[in-house]
């Protein structure tokens, strides 16, 4: 019902405003179309200027508003440079859009139809269009270099001592695998992928360097070592979203990808910086892929070495886990008839 | 000059085809049935306008959908049961189910990007004012030109049909990534609707070739005496490098859709590779989705200056018409319009920075990206210095015109972030990309159109529109535009990811603290639509009812459309057609406040803005 009222409401108002709208018309021919439009220019030539203050002080209380919702400081190595390259952007676009934008309303002002006036014939001026050709071009110049910059060493190789983990996006959750011991992850068959046989990515289990290979829902990264996720994705294309070190590199079947940075602050140290105790980091899925793309979310726990080496060792395998659910027979010697290629398809870094 | 010699000779080849046309003058021409006049008409203000009515239609259906999941954004734990009604088990218990809701979203950006700001817009003005503007009678092929529309119209029915289909319209989003589009599987989406999506699509193009190649040639062998090239007004240059950029990048976008049409139906590979999906795993091989991303932005980024470069041309030419006084720097303005256009072809990859695309080739796309910067800023200073001692009329075009500089400087500061690659890593896919296209290339591209709708409405309809709601019009969408889009920065940066359903699981607890920020912004999109819903009743109102055009040039313009009657025929000028004389921008000159580009120069006169001069 109070619906209904609302719908008649605004009914009745948009009436009103017509029949202002249609009166204020025929006021204007009887005043003159000259007088009304002087009268135009006054009212919004003011209104422009009014707009100018209004939407700076609007800026402002935005600004205010919001700036505590955004995010902690960059939790990577990699994340700060780029909050570095933000700032100085956001600086030196602050500076063009502060300019452009009072000089655009001040000219709607100043510069409103006034009777008795005329426009300048003033059309041209070499000089000065050379001049704001040429600085735009320089400023570009800089923030270009400093992108790249920034791009290429953010996508350079990893270092050497960078840990592996893969990375696997599906409709719609995320699954993490570590090598193991062996530093090596075993080889994959998109064709041997059955979630039923606890083999949710396909290992070819006939590989021994699958053998010792760690499968779980949960990012977990050593603080201050360098991580290398190489990217995958079994259906559509996904994206690793990590907001928090302020990175990302989409997830597309067919065609790996990988992405490396180094965490700075482990969770623990991140929920005292932020000062909430249920801190957690999070992988968001940033690529549209399908219906429950929004709820493609993964926890990520960055820890020391050792927390970390003691969180590996306390997971099975996911060798052990299908052979436990009777997924694979135990005799061995049945496997080596299967066809193995000798080297493991993916290689650590190490 | 020769081009000259030929533009005169194809106008006389075009008048003598109009005398034939008209047989013995043109009292005689309107003897024309209902459905040659106003359904299969070959008058190109005729297919303008049905241009501007299909784009306006279609603006309110894509503006509703945008309502309404911004209903689902604000307020997700309310129960809307209207929505039930409409949509029915899409939208149980008055909630819109996910698929639901990224099918509004697909079908919003569809909509507004291709059949609106595509066709609504450059559909519109191109026809209008191409012939109007240069001295012809008509298109240099009316014929094409009325396929252009009914393909268009064609294109449109198979998306509307798409949108009540059982499984419903597509939902991969306005690029349609596969393998996300191309597996039935994936999504519901994914199964009839994006077949019939492709479909449409593809009729689409075939309509925007012809136009397209329509306006060129148009532009290029039907001026009149006198128009030279550089005597063309700003709204001609930047129809043109749109049409040119359409008929150049549309092609590849065709060749993709037919590709991913075959890999959905015929089982071929082009974008498909180890998937397993639904329980089994794929038969196809050694396919690449980032190919198809490379053939859609390879149309996706042009299409970006499609939208914009008309809203340009338009913003340019009311500036200089509404503040009385010549643009400034024409030449340059021109220019600019060329490197835009140009440089829109080697900037399509950094909608790809994070695709997997090797970073090295992001680096040019870096650098092309952040060169368009440039020639855009020399856009904006020479919009400011027109402004600068002019003498503006605060007419409902000019507020839009000069709404149109100042959401394209806000939208385009952002795009120097984005466009370097390793800020994009942080922001894209974010709302920060919602926020920075909206205002660049939605909002603005949508005042060009305002302002162009306002302003040629007298010449459409030989009345004007009112002056009251046009302006309430302008400022509510104004302010609107900016409380909606702005605050969304703060998301994008604190890499809120856009397209997703609701924020409100615990998983992403980081995004709660937006709700009420994502509540504002709702109701303010509500009152900006129903602001847009008073502009279309004030069109088709004042169309029938308006204050009728007396003078038949209101503004006291300088182009040539205004030296057609108050109603203007078919053939658009009852007798020959006029010669001119001088560019389309004196205004103010010598103390004169406006000189037609129809007056010949006097000798004491020194002709300015103008390097080929007529023989007199």
């Known amino acids: 019902m109070s619906g209904f009222f609302v719908v008649v409401l605004l009914l009745l108002l948009f009436i009103i405003v017509v029949q202002i709208a249609k009166a204020s018309e025929y006021v204007a021919i009887l005043k003159g179309e000259k007088k009304t439009q002087e009268q135009n220019n006054r009212l919004h030539a003011t209104l422009m200027l009014v707009f100018l203050i209004a939407g700076l002080i609007g800026l402002y209380i935005c600004h205010e508003l919001l700036k505590d919702k955004l995010l902690p400081v960059a939790a990577s190595v990699q994340g700060v440079a780029i909050d570095h390259m933000m700032t100085v952007t956001l600086v030196i676009t602050g500076i063009v859009f502060f300019i452009t934008q009072i000089l655009l309303f001040v000219f709607a002002y100043k510069y409103r139809g006034r009777e008795g006036h005329q426009a300048s014939y003033y059309h041209e001026n070499s000089r000065i269009e050379f001049f704001w050709t040429a600085i735009p071009a320089l400023t570009m110049t800089i923030l270009v270099a400093i992108g790249l910059k920034h791009w290429f060493s953010i996508t350079s190789a990893a270092p050497p001592n960078a840990m592996v983990v893969e990375v696997t996006g599906k409709q719609f959750n995320w699954i993490f695998r570590y090598p193991g011991k062996d530093g090596v992850l075993g080889k994959r068959d998109y064709r041997l992928i059955d979630e039923g046989k606890f083999n949710p990515l396909g290992q070819v289990w006939s590989d021994p360097y699958n053998h010792d290979d760690v499968v779980s829902s949960e990012l977990h990264l050593v603080v201050g070592r360098p991580v290398k996720l190489e990217i995958g994705s079994r259906d559509v294309i996904h994206d690793v979203g990590l907001p928090y070190f302020r990175l990302k590199m989409d997830a597309v079947p067919g065609v790996p990808t990988t992405l490396w940075f180094t965490p700075k602050y482990t969770t623990a140290e991140m929920a005292k910086m932020t000062g909430d105790p249920n801190f957690v980091y999070k992988l968001v899925c940033d690529q549209l892929c399908g219906a429950g793309h929004y709820s493609m979310v993964a926890n990520i726990v960055v820890e020391t070495q050792q927390e970390f080496d003691q969180w590996l060792a306390s997971q099975k395998s996911q060798y052990e886990l299908a052979k436990e659910g009777g997924a694979i027979p135990s005799d061995t010697t049945k496997m080596a008839m299967l066809p193995v290629k000798a080297q493991p398809s993916v290689v650590s870094a190490k | ?616």
């Open chain 2, 1 to 616: 000059m020769s081009s000259e010699v030929y533009t005169g000779q194809a106008q006389r080849a075009a008048v003598a085809a109009v005398a034939v046309h008209d047989g013995d003058g043109h009292a005689h021409h309107h003897h024309q049935s209902f459905i040659t006049k106003y359904i299969f008409s070959q008058d190109h203000k005729v297919i303008s306008k049905q241009f501007l009515i299909t784009g306006m239609i279609w603006a309110i259906i894509g503006g509703f959908f945008s309502v309404i999941f911004r209903l689902q954004l604000g307020f997700p734990d309310k129960s809307f049961p209207f929505l039930e009604t409409i949509f029915g088990h899409w939208a149980a218990g008055g909630h819109i189910s996910p698929e639901l809701y990224y099918q509004l979203v697909t079908m919003h950006g569809t909509i507004m990007i291709f059949f609106v700001l595509t066709a609504g817009l450059s559909g519109t003005f191109s026809n209008f004012l191409i012939p109007l503007q240069l001295g012809a009678r008509d298109m240099a092929s009316p014929f094409l030109n009325m396929l252009s529309y009914w393909f268009f119209f064609a294109a449109s029915i198979i998306m509307l049909i798409s949108l009540f289909l059982k499984t419903g319209p597509s939902e991969a989003g306005w690029t349609a990534y596969p393998p996300l589009s191309a597996l039935h599987e994936a999504s519901e989406g994914s199964k009839t609707g994006m077949d019939l999506w492709l479909i449409s699509m593809a009729v689409f193009v075939v309509s925007q070739l012809l136009a397209g190649l329509n306006y060129i040639s148009t532009i290029l062998n039907m001026r009149t005496k006198g128009m030279s090239m550089t005597r063309m007004p700003l709204t001609i240059w930047a129809l043109f490098f749109t049409a040119v950029l359409g008929v150049l990048s549309f092609p590849v976008l065709l060749s993709g859709f037919i590709l991913l049409l075959f890999d959905r139906n015929l089982g071929t590979s082009f974008y498909l590779s180890d998937i397993y999906i639904a329980g089994h795993a794929l038969p196809n091989q050694g396919g690449s989705p980032i190919l198809y991303e490379h053939l859609f932005w390879f149309l996706g980024h042009p299409e970006v200056y499609i939208v914009m470069l008309p809203g340009m041309g338009i913003t340019s030419e009311l500036l200089a018409t509404h503040s009385r006084k010549p643009i400034f720097g024409y030449l340059a303005m021109v220019g600019s319009l060329f490197a835009i256009a140009s440089l829109s072809f080697l900037v399509w990859a950094h909608h790809m920075f994070v695709s997997g695309m090797n970073p090295f080739l992001g680096a040019f796309f870096v650098l092309f990206t952040l060169l368009i910067a440039v020639p855009s800023s020399v856009k904006v200073f020479n919009w400011l210095a027109t402004l600068w001692k002019g003498n503006i009329q605060y007419t409902v075009p000019a507020l839009f015109a000069i709404g149109f500089v100042s959401l394209f400087i806000s939208g385009g500061l952002t795009g120097i972030w984005l466009g370097n690659s390793a800020l994009d890593l942080h922001l894209h896919d974010t709302y920060f990309v919602i926020a920075h296209f909206h205002l660049v290339m939605g909002i603005a591209a949508f005042f060009g159109m305002f302002a162009g709708v306002y302003h040629w409405f007298p010449k459409m309809f030989g009345r004007f529109m009112n002056n009251t709601l046009g302006y309430i019009h302008f400022w509510v969408t104004f302010i609107g535009a900016y409380l909606m889009f702005w605050p969304m920065h703060y998301e994008g940066l604190a890499g809120m990811p856009r397209r997703y359903y609701e924020y409100s699981a615990d998983a992403l607890a980081i995004y709660h603290r937006f709700q009420g920020l994502n509540e504002f912004i709702s109701v303010v999109a509500i009152i900006v639509f129903a602001v847009q819903l008073m502009f279309v009743f004030n069109f088709f109102y004042s169309i029938f009812k308006g204050r009728p055009v007396k003078d038949p040039n209101p503004w006291k313009a300088n182009t040539l459309e205004w030296t057609t009657p108050i109603h203007v025929g078919h053939g658009n000028w009852p007798g020959e057609i006029p010669e001119v004389h001088r560019w389309a921008y004196d205004y103010s000159k010598n103390g004169i406040d406006f000189i037609p580009q129809t007056v010949p120069v006097s000798p004491a006169e020194e002709e300015v803005g103008e390097t080929v001069k007529t023989p007199q």
